[in-house]
């Protein structure tokens, strides 16, 4: 297991991708606290699953919008655990619509969500990390950090401005003993946007774009989570990873 006796902090994780990416880091070997802001019943059950496995596992709620609940949400995983080895900032929000229809309160929503609450997560879980001299940080991106879409401005703008986070992320913390990188995930199938999915319309176009020619699922980006907080990705730091299926290629 490359995660042995490592605790991660995954935000978001009572679904989707974060679950996935929590419950992987269990398959290593980690201790891991599942995060949620509303979903208790369902980060309750993934921290179940976790101590199923033989690991250790609590669901601990926190807005990660909010610095107060960040605090809090911190507090309580350094006291059951005593440290955080790993962060995987994965809470995001989507909401698609044309341009002219963005209200500031959907603009303020996403970026809040996407970008602030990663700034705050991260400044929080890396002076807890600096103090120990040690520790991995994952972002979630997107690949609309590099690709633009139609409807989905906000999305993609807060997208970009996590990927150039992780990077000054990287080339700040590194002297800590810190390491910070991203994965870049393409069209996957979660409650943001299964609906979408469904629909031939917006199916079919996007898969023709997709040299795999598959729609992604949560599984299919843990692998490289797992990856880049273990040891086997030791020197790697400010990198990009694109899980997309191809379809970045184009």
Same mark, same amino acid.
Do not use: P
């Given at each position: 297991m490359k995660l042995q006796g490592r605790?991660?902090?995954?935000?978001?994780?009572?679904?989707?991708i974060g679950r996935?990416?929590?419950? +992987?880091?269990? +398959?290593?070997?980690?201790?891991?606290?599942?995060?949620?802001?509303?979903?208790?019943?369902a980060a309750e059950d993934v921290a179940r699953e976790i101590r199923h496995m033989g690991r250790r596992a609590i669901a601990v709620r926190g807005d990660v919008s909010d610095a107060a609940s960040?605090?809090?949400?911190v507090q309580a995983v350094r006291h059951e655990f005593g440290r955080i080895d790993i962060l995987v900032n994965n809470a995001g929000v989507l909401r698609r619509q044309a341009f002219f229809d963005i209200a500031l309160s959907d603009w303020d929503w996403t970026i809040g969500t996407n970008v602030r609450g990663v700034f705050i997560v991260s $400044?929080?879980?890396a002076k807890v990390m600096r103090? $120990?001299?040690?520790g991995t940080i994952v972002n979630v991106a997107s690949?609309?950090?590099?690709?633009?879409?139609p409807g989905a401005t906000a999305y993609a703008v807060s997208k970009a401005a996590v990927s150039m986070l992780t990077r000054q992320m990287a080339i700040e913390l590194a002297q800590y003993g810190i390491r910070v990188n991203e994965i870049n995930p393409g069209l996957t199938e979660t409650d943001l946007n299964r609906n979408d999915i469904a629909k031939p319309e917006f199916r079919e176009p996007r898969l023709a774009r997709i040299p795999l020619h598959r729609i992604g699922q949560p599984d299919d980006l843990a692998?490289?989570?797992?990856?880049?907080?273990?040891?086997?990705?030791g020197m790697i730091t400010?990198?990009?990873?694109?899980?997309?299926?191809?379809?970045?290629?184009w």
């Open positions: 605790v991660a902090l995954v935000t978001g994780a009572g679904r989707g996935a990416i929590a419950l +992987r880091l269990g +398959r290593e070997g980690s201790d891991v606290a599942v995060n949620y802001s509303k979903s208790k019943d960040v605090d809090s949400m $400044q929080r879980v103090d $120990q001299g040690a690949v609309f950090s590099r690709n633009a879409s692998g490289a989570v797992a990856f880049l907080a273990s040891d086997d990705a400010g990198a990009s990873i694109f899980i997309d299926g191809g379809a970045s290629i």
